[in-house]
């Protein structure tokens, strides 16, 4: 089945600089690679997603990569707030016998010092 | 409003009950998913159900059971099989097709004493 290994499990960052979350994933299958955040005592909710078909996506500080050969993933956060932290999740999703199955990485829990 | 709903938030047995956590969407979502959340190990797939009336196991199905006989609704049932059952429990929804996101309800806290 599908492994994601996601790393670093902790991360701080100083407010205004980048904080980068990288993840691995082991089936070539895998085709759909959303990113989640967590605050504490909440429910994970989709910050960006990625598709197979695409490199790389932004959204205002927030970008995701994509190499399919390597298999593997990044989150990039820009100009870092304290509102910015939480946990992360990364997760790739395939097509297993005609349901799709979602894995997720042991999260990262990053801390915006402001 | 539409959404995912969990019950309760906060639910406590004693050992060797067995207990069913509740999940309802009204998201109009075909596939439904159990997660498992514990410090430091992430979200854990339990079962999955991708139709009414079928599901999958997850990679910790062991000690766990899951009914889908509405679309709407995927309770889960925490037998007493289940070692450590004390946890953070996820509902999540999503449409069909890889290409979609989770939808996550509020969670379960459950503990077993």
């Known amino acids: 089945g599908e492994n994601v290994e996601q790393h670093p499990s902790t991360l701080s960052v100083q407010e205004g600089d980048s904080a980068v979350i990288k993840c691995t994933y082991s089936d070539s299958a895998s085709n759909y690679f959303p990113w989640y955040k967590q605050e504490l005592g909440k429910r994970p909710q989709l910050i960006i997603d990625i598709r197979s078909n695409v490199g790389e996506k932004k959204d205002q500080r927030i970008a995701v990569t994509l190499n399919k050969t390597a298999k593997h993933f990044s989150l990039h956060i820009t100009e870092t707030q304290p509102e910015d932290s939480a946990v992360y999740f990364c997760a790739a999703s395939m097509n297993s016998g005609g349901y799709q199955k979602v894995t997720f990485g042991i999260g990262t829990k990053l801390q915006v010092i402001p | 409003d539409g959404g995912i709903t969990q019950s309760p938030k906060y639910l406590f047995r004693k050992e060797g009950q067995n207990v069913t956590l509740s999940c309802e969407q009204n998201l109009n979502h075909d596939a439904m998913y159990w997660y498992r959340q514990d410090p430091g190990q992430g979200l854990r797939l339990i079962y999955y159900?991708?139709?009414?009336?079928?599901?999958q196991k997850g990679d910790i199905a062991e000690g766990y059971s899951v009914s889908r006989e509405k679309k709407e609704s995927f309770p889960l049932t925490v037998t007493s099989a289940q070692k450590n059952p004390t946890a953070f429990y996820l509902c999540?929804?999503?449409?069909?097709?890889?290409?979609?996101?989770?939808?996550f309800g509020n969670g379960t806290r459950l503990t077993v004493t």
């Open positions: 999540a929804s999503k449409t069909q097709g890889t290409e979609s996101p989770l939808h």
């Open positions: 159900s991708q139709i009414v009336n079928d599901f």
